[in-house]
């Protein structure tokens, strides 16, 4: 058994001690696998680092009445100029294990040939994970820690791994630290969140992982911050990797990716929803979000989803057979060609859903774009600048903007910060745009003004009529 | 479960050699590698400097106060400046670089501490052995007198030397600034540390200063033990002993706090 005690760990910092554990008490025997949810910074590593002993508590207690390995997935303990012979021999004779047996297991396992001969140093990440692995599984612990964000390694080296620990070892007590719920659900028997320094113990998964979406929910937005893009591809690059760097994004839909799995649809949905309310340039969930509705026979929403994908930059190729199939029988449109972005000037670019919907709200001061309206828009294969164009010319004078715009059908999620989505939309400045709204400025000249619309073409508003 | 975590005290000494084997095997690989000469290294390294401050000493004919053979006396001088120096300056930083050892609960930062000790004192000795060996057998100079009392100063001079080696480490590893002093320091401390003079060659007034140097009681020891007829040793092995005890208290003492405050990545 394992015993934390009341364990809280200070780190000194040049401004003082700071706090990264507080008040930890945690008990784990035999055949209990922990799975400890926390963001990044939230102490995870800390506290495996002090279950492990490779550091002290500032206070409390820590009894280990079974032996414990070092955290998995940490490559380090290798002297660099050893070879990966030496460093096993080091680790054997440390654990007073036959070398040359464990060799053989290295061999077989880390599937290194030559290279174990070779000085570490010159290893690859991947390389040193395998070795780092096998060297882990020599040593016959009662405990493993294992630190999955750190965990590299290609796919067919992690089902080995996954085998060695999970099934081979599943009688070991076993502490996992992740910030995937989804794996923990699958590895462990008892769940924990910690945040802040601070660990909450729960029953059962789904608790757990309510706790920890609950609290990335009140946290701090990741945003990010908006680079002049004039070509469209690129933008949605860079969001793209903000979104993945966004630890409520990807938990949001790892979440939906397990809901889809268990084809319960409509969680999937909400789940997709919320995460593309946060960064809706993420195309590859637009692609997921089609295909949950669709199972849900909502079909004019999948025809959005799918569309709006396409128009981000997922290949046509894959999705037209499936607009094909949520397209309704006879439509005029089942043969005219799927809009795809062609990496030129944003102008020039095919519409998403998103973009329907932040140009209806510049143009009208609506909180969003009717499904049946955007179909028709996505449908007809305008370009960004003909579609504002047209609801500039349509839309009455003097429009409000929203407060909130919802960003995703079927009203998952609205959106406040929307104005900064616009602006990078037509490449204007965001602090510009905000200022130059607060002086009072017409929407569309606050963008002019901002820098955005360069060489649009928006026809100017007949003011004789108004 | 209780009992196999509390192990006996043989059981505990088992791992301890165990954990020190293992560190030492992998000290002199990083170290030294399979290269060239390899391990040979060790003692040829701490050689050469002997042997090379003896030819610069022996060129310059330098002045010691006595009319012994200067290689005599460069070999007893500089072979424990070596020991005593080595140690610690191989100890500043060792705990830095060997820090994802920290990762097994069974190597402790003394070991790692005690390993490199061990190896400095391995080489310094071997140096001094085979250079005393090829002096006498060039008829350079004589044997020693009394083997004994060579090698109890040689002992007292590493136990020195371990326990200073021991606190510089540990201090180093908490303040960045012991690092930038040591060198200096015992740069210093070699022409003050008996390696370059007598101590009854110096005035009484400067003798009673010299004194209060630990390290100076150790040489003199050593050149009694080896040609203690021709000359006048003045020493105190009581009072190296002290400091020697002193000082090791406060290394093991200030290890165990430095433990505690260590973060490994």
């Known amino acids: 058994m394992i015993t934390v005690s009341n364990v809280t760990k200070h780190y000194r910092t040049r401004t003082g001690p700071k706090r990264v554990l507080d008040g930890i008490n945690l008990k784990l025997t035999k055949g209990e696998r922990l799975g400890v949810l926390g963001r ?20 409390g207690k820590i009894t280990r009445e079974m032996s414990v390995s070092w955290p998995l997935a940490f490559g380090g303990a290798f002297q660099g100029n050893l070879t990966g012979i030496d460093n096993v021999r080091f680790i054997s004779r440390l654990y007073n294990q036959d070398p040359e047996h464990n060799l053989a297991f290295v061999e077989q396992f880390a599937e290194l040939g030559q290279y174990l001969r070779e000085p570490v140093s010159s ?23 294992i630190d999955e964000v750190a965990a590299v390694g290609d796919s067919r080296f992690h089902e080995r791994c996954n085998y060695e620990l999970f099934d081979r070892r599943s009688d070991r007590a076993m502490m996992i630290i992740s910030h995937d719920p989804g794996y923990l ?27 920890f979406l609950a609290q990335m929910r009140s946290s701090v937005v990741v945003r990010a911050v908006a680079q002049p893009f004039s070509r469209r591809l690129a933008a949605i690059d860079s969001l793209r990797r903000v979104a993945h760097a966004d630890e409520h994004f990807m938990t949001l839909v ?165 104005r900064d989505d616009l602006a ?17 400025e017409e929407p569309l000249a606050a963008l002019r003004s901002a820098g955005g619309l360069a060489e649009w073409i928006i026809p100017v508003r007949d003011t004789t009529t108004a | 479960m209780a009992i196999a975590a509390q192990t006996s005290l043989i059981a505990n000494l088992g791992v301890q050699r165990r954990v020190l084997g293992a560190l030492l095997l992998r000290e002199l690989l990083t170290r030294y590698g399979r290269h060239n000469i390899g391990f040979l290294w060790l003692f040829v390294e701490p050689m050469l400097f002997t ?30 400046v070596l020991l005593w120096r080595n140690m610690p300056g191989r100890c500043i930083g060792a705990i830095e670089s060997n820090m994802a050892l920290m990762y097994h609960r069974n190597v402790r930062a003394l070991d790692i501490y005690v390993a490199r000790i061990i190896i400095e004192f391995a080489g310094a000795t071997m140096s001094f052995f085979t250079l005393s060996l090829v002096f006498i057998a060039s008829e350079l100079i004589k044997p020693p007198e009394d083997f004994l009392t060579v090698a109890g100063g040689w002992m007292l001079t590493a136990w020195f030397g371990a326990a200073l080696a021991i606190t510089i480490g540990a201090l180093s590893q908490e303040y960045e600034l012991v690092d930038k002093l040591w060198h200096p320091a015992s740069y210093l401390l070699f022409p003050l540390s008996g390696a370059a003079y007598l101590v009854s060659a110096l005035s009484s007034a400067v003798r009673e200063i010299v004194l209060y140097i630990p390290m100076v009681h150790g040489v003199e020891m050593i050149r009694d033990g080896y040609f203690g007829s021709q000359i006048e040793p003045i020493y105190d092995p009581g009072y190296a002993i002290i400091c020697s005890l002193v000082l090791s208290v406060a290394a093991l003492i200030l290890v165990r706090w430095t433990e505690k405050r260590l973060s490994p990545r």
């Open chain 1, 185 to 211: 659900r699958d590895h462990c028997n008892r769940f924990a969140v910690l945040d802040q320094g601070r660990l909450t113990t729960f029953a059962d998964h789904d608790t757990a992982q309510d706790h």
């Open chain 1, 40 to 59: 990044n910074g939230a102490g995870k590593s800390t506290l495996i680092r002090l279950v492990g002993g490779a550091e002290a508590p500032t206070f």
């Open chain 1, 424 to 440: 990078r939309l037509v490449g204007a400045e965001q602090d510009a745009f905000d200022a130059a709204l607060s002086r009072g």
């Open chain 1, 254 to 418: 790892r979440q939906a990716d397990a809901a889809r799995d268990r084809h319960d649809w409509t969680l999937a949905e909400a789940g997709y929803g919320e995460a593309l309310a946060l960064h809706p340039y993420e195309r590859s969930y637009w692609v997921q979000l089609g295909h949950v509705t669709r199972e849900q026979g909502c079909l004019a929403r999948a025809e959005i989803a799918y569309r709006t994908a396409c128009a981000y930059g997922e290949p046509v190729r894959v999705l037209a057979p499936f607009i094909t199939a949520v397209a309704p029988p006879g439509s005029s449109t089942l043969n005219s060609p799927i809009a795809v972005p062609d990496g030129g000037d944003t102008r020039r670019q095919p519409p998403g859903y998103v973009d329907l919907a932040l140009l209806a709200a510049l143009a009208r001061g609506t909180d969003g774009i009717a499904d049946e309206e955007a179909l028709v828009l996505l449908r007809e294969g305008g370009s960004l600048e003909t579609v504002l164009a047209r609801m500039m010319s349509e839309a009455p004078a003097g429009a409000a903007l929203p407060q909130q715009v919802a960003l995703v059908p079927g009203g998952w999620a609205v959106r406040s910060d929307w």
């Open chain 2, 51 to 80: 042997l090379g401050v003896t030819a610069l000493w022996t060129a310059t004919r330098s002045l010691h106060g006595s009319n012994l053979p200067i290689a005599a006396f460069a070999l007893t001088g500089y072979s424990t």
């Open chain 1, 123 to 145: 290893y690859s990440s991947g390389m040193l994970a395998r070795l780092a692995f096998a060297i882990s599984m020599i040593i016959e612990f009662d405990c493993f820690l």
